[in-house]
């Protein structure tokens, strides 16, 4: 039997179709890798057996005659994801031991596609992070390490870092993510991955711990675009329990796939070229040009004037929501519960001071603080209407192009505890950020190694509704970059 | 109490004050289930049964907004002449407590579902002049938090979220209100209101209606002063009782140097005072932002015009029509006092009886009645169908006033109809001359003496010979006749 | 704008997590130093600009008023860390 964890999900879903193999023999060697890499601490939990019971099921059906979409396919699930009966932490402390008694509306999705569960994969606290390491079970660790012989521990990139590990190391053939400001994008980009972010309201947000609501969308990671326009379609689709879920019917994103870009106009952000980026990271932005032009698009300059504003926006807005948001832990319901000195309020301080990170204690007192009496307009009206700034830099560069190619992030995947300062963490989503808060679908696709031979991604960005658009162009990045690198076992 | 047009004033030391009243309404919506999710909204269930995952605020779960709520809301907006604002937005109120699973209670701060009304009250029931409009400044819709038990446990408090999400129109009115009696007018016209339209079943025991009142004091036409905030008082009397106290401390207070602090107090039935809440107070900064979880709510013209089609007639223009068929304005302003008694009395009208005499006999027989019987308009033994077979045979003169007594109380005993009653007693009126005639010799034989005295100018007498030959036909002999006859032998 | 500790103090007393001074200490530059970051927001005009409401500009939907949830008590109480006889139990409260 050939070795089936180094398949794509189109190849497995494909060759489990035609009988080269079966679910539960496919199930069966993942289950092994994932053990076998526990070193990356990709996972929070595994779950071996419930990718094992989808296995037999989708086995079954299949002798019955019956496929689904994503049948003989098992998958790692982020942990920011409620999955019934199975521990859902977020990556934090608060919620350890939490079995949610519901399954989040994506997760479901995937299930009824067929999909299996192979575990639920580690992030940072809260998807609060941008490098794992805010994660109360310890940072997941990229597979790839520097080619300079030494063998620092890299970050896999946050805050869907245990997914983005978990797919480079290939111990899943793909997994969810969920991007607030490129937590899917910047991962993907670190670990040489696609990840897709559609446009907001595409995924249901119901069953998915809330970090910043206006910004959360869930999405893929996996090896290649078309992987990730396949999961997609599986995750994507209306939800009436989702007040902002967008009631539209889900494109045939998959079929409809091609590298064909021939009249469409690719814009090149002026302000996204900024000091202290690699010039590794700037020449791949020109190579991106390039490859683009060859498939048949014309590159165009444009502006976003307001991207600088981007990330002090987003550090209003996102902290802000996050504040609220995560008001209900507070060891009543569910999760931690600490007793303090004096009552509830004891309770209440003691519980939060124990069960947040540093990190999300932070971003609480951001948003508490721009939100609190006399600061309120200076900082968050102020926001929000640079945000709708924002949102009409891409509406007007939309005239004069019909996608924006810029890098995915400002550099490549960094070591575990190289970066101590909390400003210097946030600017690296200083590229991923901007679509975020205009809600547009974005997408990371590998385009090569730097000089230390780790992975650089290239990023796209759509119009509102226009994922085909993205994966299009990606797949013709993809079919030019010819990345076919992969990390070295060291695991 | 003085009379209700002299203005109501404090008389301290230092001379005379005037109290300043505004009270903030909160109202339980009528709806089958609650604001933002799907658990029943009923009273008196098993402690946490009427409990989704979403008012549990488990992690990842979203609110979905209630049609209904939204739609008798507006009903009642109209119904109160305010302007209904066809864009408003939900806010979060962020606050800790643990009858509040969210951390933060959805509710509208920023822009309100309803703008500016007004509510005529009318002060003194026997005085139709002393009418006074209150000005509603907003109505807003929210969440009701959950329920806190302190007397189970000697170191805990029990949480039962069954109330938690349901829905609330506050009514927030302007301070015009300046003595108890208005207050208590005022919230007595608006309960009326809000059960003639059906939005709030107006329940003040069970806490379907609860006020804030916020009162201070100030020497007459003075500046304002520093206002308190008396919480979820529970009935008309004791709203009256809140103003009167607080009104009386404040001028203590202020007469004995001290200072009024804004601040929430609590009412004691039963010692009937207020005392302060500091408990409460400390550090509140709600920290109110537009809630991400929900978009703006737009309602367009169809909507609320058909909330408009939807209205009953209400009180006061009820009173009015009745007041044109020629009921006296005091009987016009007791039967619309009440959507019961208005329904039944319309219900009586149509029966084809004359306004006048049906709406004196429902003032005077019906409710005497009903109050010796301890029973309501809504559990009333006497149908208005039944009542206005009564009512006719009065008018037609088959039955005389006086019998009209006797034979509605025999229909109280045995729920009979009146001329079945009529009929099997025998009560008809005899309108017969002869034995009018018969009557009216026996009398005035029996009684030559008197016949001398009256002749001799004692005209008091002719009563006195009528009711002897009413007796001698046991009072069913048609008055008018008697009179006709003895006249006609005396003079 | 800069926090003292006394804001950052306060701060913490509304977001309900319990600090020692050291840790205020050691919170208060971390915060000015992302806060004056974020004030070069400053510089941008956004005279006549409206605040952003809706991501993706759609309209609220309304749902229909049917009890379809709900009588879960299990699933309610289940991950409590104190339920008892049904109710949720908490550090006694004094109103
Ligand atoms: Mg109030
Ligand atoms: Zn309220």
Redo the contacts between chains.
């Keep these: 039997m050939s070795e089936l964890t180094t398949k794509t999900i189109a190849e497995l879903r494909d060759g489990f179709r035609a009988g080269d193999f079966s679910a539960v023999e496919v199930a069966e060697q993942f289950n092994a890798a994932v053990v076998a890499a526990r070193s990356l601490n990709a996972f929070t939990v595994e779950t071996p057996d419930a990718a094992l019971a989808a296995a037999d099921a989708a086995d079954e059906a299949r002798a019955g005659g019956e496929i689904r979409p994503l049948g003989g396919v098992p998958l790692g699930i982020k942990d920011l994801f409620a999955t019934e009966d199975v521990d859902t932490t977020a990556g934090s402390k608060i919620l350890k031991g939490f079995k949610p008694r519901y399954e989040s509306t994506v997760s479901d999705k995937l299930r009824s596609a067929g999909a299996g569960m192979l575990g639920k994969l580690n992030m940072d606290e809260f998807a609060m992070g941008s490098s794992n390491e805010t994660s109360a079970y310890g940072p997941a660790i990229s597979p790839w390490q520097r080619n300079d012989g030494g063998n620092s521990a890299l970050t896999p990139g946050g805050s869907s870092g245990g997914s983005a590990a978990a797919v480079a190391a290939g111990i899943v053939p793909g997994a969810t993510g969920t991007d607030t400001g490129g937590s899917i994008r910047q991962p993907a980009a670190f670990t040489g991955i696609c990840g897709i972010k559609p446009t907001y309201g595409r995924c249901s947000r119901w069953g998915i711990v809330s970090f910043a609501s206006s910004l959360d969308q869930a999405g893929p990671l996996a090896r290649t675009v078309r992987d990730c326009a396949i999961l997609l379609e599986a995750m994507a689709g209306f939800d009436a329990k989702d007040s902002t879920s967008l009631e539209l019917p889900v494109p045939p994103w998959e079929a409809s796939l091609s590298s064909d870009l021939k009249g469409m106009r690719v814009g090149i952000p002026t302000e996204y070229r900024i000091d202290g980026v690699p010039a590794d990271i700037d020449a791949l932005w020109d190579r991106g040009v390039e490859w683009l032009r060859d498939a048949g698009a014309e590159p165009v300059k444009i502006s976003l004037p307001h991207t600088k504003y981007a990330l002090p926006t987003y550090y209003i807005i996102a902290p802000a929501e996050a504040s609220s948001n995560l008001a209900r832990y507070d060891g009543v319901r569910y999760g931690l519960r600490v007793d303090g000195d004096s009552g509830l309020d004891g309770m209440y301080t003691a519980t939060r001071a124990a069960g947040f990170g540093a990190e999300v204690k932070r971003r609480i007192m951001i948003g508490t603080y721009v939100l609190s009496a006399g600061f309120y307009d200076a900082y968050f009206t102020k926001a929000q209407k640079v945000r709708t700034l924002i949102k009409q830099d891409f509406r007007n560069a939309f005239n004069d192009c019909d996608l924006i190619l810029t890098p995915t992030a400002p550099s490549a995947a960094f070591g575990l505890g190289e970066k101590t300062d909390p400003l210097a963490m946030y600017l690296n989503d200083v590229f991923a950020v901007p679509a975020s808060l205009a809600g547009l679908p974005a997408m990371s696709v590998p385009g090569g190694l730097d000089r230390q031979g780790l992975p650089l991604g290239l990023h796209l960005i759509g119009r509102e509704l226009d994922e085909q658009g993205v994966l299009n162009a990606a797949l013709a990045i993809e079919e030019r970059a010819g990345f076919t690198a992969r990390p070295e076992k060291w695991w | 109490m003085a009379g209700a047009n002299a203005p109501y004033r404090i008389t301290g030391s230092t001379g005379d004050w005037e109290v300043v009243i505004g009270l903030e309404v909160h109202a339980q919506i009528v709806s089958e289930s609650k604001l933002f999710s799907g658990a029943s909204a009923v009273f008196g269930a098993e402690p946490n049964s009427h409990v989704s995952l979403v008012d549990a605020a488990m992690p990842g779960m979203l609110p979905v907004l209630n049609r209904e709520c939204i739609r008798q809301a507006v009903r009642t907006g109209l119904a109160l002449d305010a302007k209904v604002n066809a864009y408003s937005r939900f806010d979060r109120k962020n606050y800790f407590y643990a009858d509040l699973p969210q951390g933060y209670q959805i509710s509208q701060l920023y822009h309100p579902l309803v703008g500016e009304g007004e509510v005529e009250v009318l002060l003194d029931e026997k005085d139709q002049t002393s009418t006074k409009a209150i000005g509603i400044e907003r109505i807003h819709v929210e969440q009701d938090a959950g329920k806190l038990m302190h007397d189970q446990h000697a170191t805990m408090s029990y949480v039962d979220l069954n109330r938690c999400g349901v829905a609330l129109m506050e009514i927030v009115s302007r301070p015009d209100m300046s003595s108890p009696t208005e207050a208590g007018a005022y919230l007595r016209k608006l309960r009326a209101i809000l059960r003639y339209v059906g939005s709030c079943d107006g329940n003040m025991e069970e806490g379907s209606m609860r006020a804030d009142v916020n009162v201070s004091v100030r020497k007459p036409g003075g500046e304002l002063g520093t206002r308190t905030e008396t919480k979820n008082v529970n009935s008309v009397r004791f709203v009256m009782a809140v103003v009167e106290h607080e009104a009386k401390r404040q001028v203590e207070v202020l007469e004995g140097g001290g200072v009024i602090v804004q601040e929430t107090r609590l009412y004691d039935p039963d010692k009937g005072v207020t005392r302060s809440l500091r408990s409460k107070e400390d550090a509140h900064d709600y920290r109110y932002f537009p809630d991400p979880d929900l978009l703006p709510l737009e309602l367009d013209v169809a909507f609320i015009a058909e909330c408009r089609a939807s209205l009953p007639e209400l009180p006061d223009a009820k009173r009015k029509r009745y007041e044109a068929l020629g009921i006296p304005p005091y009987n016009a302003g007791v039967l619309t006092a009440e959507v019961e008694s208005a329904r039944w009395f319309d219900e009586l009208l149509d029966g084809g009886v004359e306004p006048k005499a049906a709406a004196n006999w429902v003032a005077s027989e019906l409710f005497g009645a009903l109050n010796r019987l301890g029973k309501t308009m809504a559990t009333s033994p006497v149908s208005p169908t039944q009542a206005a077979e009564l009512l006719a045979l009065v008018g037609n003169g088959t039955i005389s006033g006086s019998l009209a007594k006797q034979v509605f109380e025999i229909m109280l005993e045995t729920g009979a109809g009146a001329a079945q009653i009529v009929e099997e007693r025998g009560l008809k009126q005899t309108s017969d001359t002869g034995a009018i005639d018969a009557a009216v010799d026996q009398v005035l034989v029996a009684n030559t003496d008197k016949v001398e005295q009256y002749k001799g100018g004692k005209e008091a007498l002719f009563g006195f010979f009528v009711g002897q030959v009413m007796k001698a036909m046991a009072g069913k002999a048609n008055p008018k006749l008697v009179n006709e006859r003895l006249r006609a032998r005396l003079d | 704008?800069s926090?003292n500790t006394e804001?950052?103090r306060?701060?913490?007393?509304?977001?309900?997590?319990?600090?020692s001074d050291a840790e205020i200490e050691a919170?208060a530059p971390?915060?000015n130093?992302?806060?004056g970051?974020?004030?070069?927001?400053?510089?941008?005009n956004?005279d006549g600009?409206?605040?952003?409401?809706?991501?993706?500009d759609?309209?609220?939907?309304?749902?229909?008023?049917?009890?379809?949830?709900?009588?879960?008590?299990?699933?309610?109480?289940?991950?409590?860390?104190?339920a008892?006889?049904?109710?949720?139990?908490?550090?006694?409260?004094?109103?």
């Design positions: 704008m926090v804001q950052v306060h701060i913490a007393k509304l977001a309900r997590i319990a600090m919170l971390e915060l130093n992302i806060l970051w974020i004030e070069q927001l400053a510089e941008v956004t600009v409206e605040p952003l409401t809706a991501v993706i759609q309209k609220l939907r309304l749902r229909d008023d049917a009890v379809n949830d709900g009588d879960c008590r299990d699933a309610v109480l289940v991950n409590a860390p104190l008892e006889h049904g109710f949720f139990a908490v550090p006694k409260v004094i109103e």
